[in-house]
């Protein structure tokens, strides 16, 4: 069971770069694969990516393949997004999420969240 924090967000122009952390708490930290989602006002909240409980691996929705980099430092009990060439589509509150990892690393779902972050990117 681990607890997050997210902090980074902001207003950014269309083009922009931002990166939004995630600060996790709990000895067992390494144990839960990570995911980023995200909900637009009006919308349902909507997976972003999934990173595995090492960081070697990562999942991400096609929309964001290329634009957005998912990593992790077990040590300092971290998780980031960096997010590059932000649309305006990219608006949204951005929610870290964290699931027990099983065997393969990945976790069969989320259980527990961050309060959020907003990202609002302007033309």
């Known amino acids: 069971q681990v607890q997050m924090v997210e902090s980074g967000g902001g207003l950014v122009e269309a083009g922009g770069s931002l990166r939004l952390s995630c600060a996790a708490s709990g000895r067992t930290f390494s144990r839960y694969a990570m995911g980023w989602f995200r909900q637009a006002p009006g919308k349902e909240r909507e997976f972003v990516v999934q990173?595995?409980?090492?960081?070697?691996?990562?999942n991400y929705l096609d929309s964001v393949k290329g634009r957005f980099t998912a990593f992790r430092d077990n040590a300092k009990n971290m998780v980031y997004l960096q997010m590059n060439s932000l649309k305006p589509e990219d608006t949204a509150v951005y929610y870290c999420?964290?699931?027990?990892?099983?065997?393969?690393?990945?976790?069969?779902?989320?259980?527990?969240w961050g309060q959020g972050t907003q990202v609002t990117v302007a033309e």
């Open positions: 999420a964290a699931g027990l990892a099983s065997g393969t690393g990945w976790a069969p779902r989320f259980d527990y």
């Open positions: 990173i595995s409980w090492s960081g070697a691996s990562t």
